[in-house]
């Protein structure tokens, strides 16, 4: 059997852990989860309920009768309220309403009557996954966790899929290892009492966007400052990105209003055109009591920075290793101020903003005004008067729009009027992916689309909810990262009590070719000075990239060399060594290497990240 090595930490931000039902036989499978340092908490009957690693900071239970509740991660419940919860607990079904009203970011496990009911975050920061081992069905926060258990290596043909730019859902969100079951972030899973039996249970469904602007802006920035206020509550010193865009602004200004002193970092972008640090320390001015530190922009890693150094120990797949060293460079710094948490503004672009793919909708409710906008965003983005018809008059149902991807794998990127007025991106390879990946790939496509149903009916809820999740399945990796390095991070936007408010907002105020982010100028006015809410421009940092492409290109050619995903017949090896030497070859610039990268240095991780115990 294998475990997760050293590096995992038990230091705050980085709680993991498998949840047993209340049987002797679960307590003897969770025996064998038990490591040096991990830590367990028991049922009544004293046999393992959670097993796992997490600082006392992270997790809050109570019991009461039959019934028994464990709130893993950020939240603000304390032990009294969560046992008179607990009271009252009847049936699990009732978790829905506590789920849906606490702050924070958190896993909420629960005991009642011999069953075990284990769900994360509606976002996808938090997951939940399940399998059976040795006859017991086991939960547990990682996938890895249970493959390892079972012994298994990776799926080629989950890879296959991973290798797609980008992967659609559902596939994005299935585990590496058949075996094991990832539970959809809206849904719980429900252990029986015969701790064999599994089944998923709905307990979030996105909010319907109808509330006027003005009446959610209240609404948007109470959840945001209950979540910035869930980590700086208890003081100390906390640290802030602050880049001078309105999402990682709007965060500081909040954490500056805490009980917490904030030291706030800006890192310049290499582009002269970046006016980053400008509008940071137009921000910083407005703070005399937060420490502010500008660091070298010279001096921070450039994009695909030590890809071939990374040994994070992950259970899928990122595109988050081609900034790693990025997002951590300057958190030991930080520390070393004495920061016990660092904030970001990440998720901002995600929550505050909205797909223009609403349009889609509002075009034909509301046509006057659906064109005069949309002419808005032709100017915009460029988007050709053809194509905007041609995506407007696009009604297929999503089932249709994967099937039909399944056949254009190998057609040129779609034009962006497809995708910003479409059901999202639709998925490519490219050509060092072998034709075995290909059928595999399109396989699961065709496979996904028998049965398939969008997030959401409308095409924009569905774009922002895919967007959503797609990120947090970055920024969690991210997170085991920065706890790992020493400094846990944390992204208040990506709460889910922030995103129900964000998208209750009706699309047509959310997203406007006429103004920038006006949910958040309008939640923020009267926290965040009106001079740094003006900004209407958010920078790229396409230089870092390009930069680094050349950069970088040795280590690119040596990740090719003796390739894990070449070994499985699933890329050509000599193609990617041969676009390593030319760095500046079409389409690179775009991105397209990234999904790639991720699964390689992902399988160069897993082989080096595992160690062998008796």
Known sequence: MTELHESAGTGPGDAHFAVFADRADAAAVARSFARPGSRTLPHASGRPWL??????DEVVTARAGDAALAVVGCCPVDADELRRRAARLRDLAELDALARSLPGSFHLVAALDGRVR???TA??????F?????????????????????????????????????APYPLSETSLWPAVTAVPPQDAVVVAADGRTARHTRWWTPPEPVRPLAEGAPLIRAALEDAVDARTRQGGVVSCDLSGGLDSTSVCFLAARSPARVVAGTWPGRDPADTDLYWAERAAGHLPQVEHVVWDADASPLVYDDLLGIDDLLDEPTIGVMDRSRVLHH????????SRLHLTGIGGDHVAWCSEAYYHRLVRARPLFGLRQLRGFRALWQWPLGGTIHALADSRPYRTWLADAADRLRDPAPPSVATGLGWGRAPRLFGWVTADAERSARRALLDAAATAEPLHPDRGMHADLEQIR???????????????????????????RVIEACLSVRPDERVTPWRYKPVLTAAMSGVVPEACLRRATKATASMDASDGLREHRADLLALWEDSRLEQLGLVDGAELRRLALRPASPGLSQAILYSTIAAEVWLRGLSRGRTRIS
């Open 51 to 56: 097993v796992g690693r997490w600082h006392d």
């Open 130 to 166: 399940h399998a059976e081992i040795d006859g017991v069905r086991v939960a547990a926060s990682r996938a890895d966790t249970l493959a390892f258990a079972l012994g298994l290596e990776p799926d080629a043909g989950e890879l296959a899929v991973r290798l797609l730019w980008p």
């Open 331 to 338: 958190l030991p710094a930080l520390a070393a101020r004495g």
């Open 118 to 120: 284990v769900q994360g």
């Open 470 to 496: 797609s990120t947090t399945r970055v920024i969690r990796q991210w997170d085991r990262m920065a706890a790992r390095a020493g400094l846990p991070m944390a992204s208040p936007f990506l709460d889910d």
């Open 123 to 128: 976002s996808g920061l938090r997951l939940v």
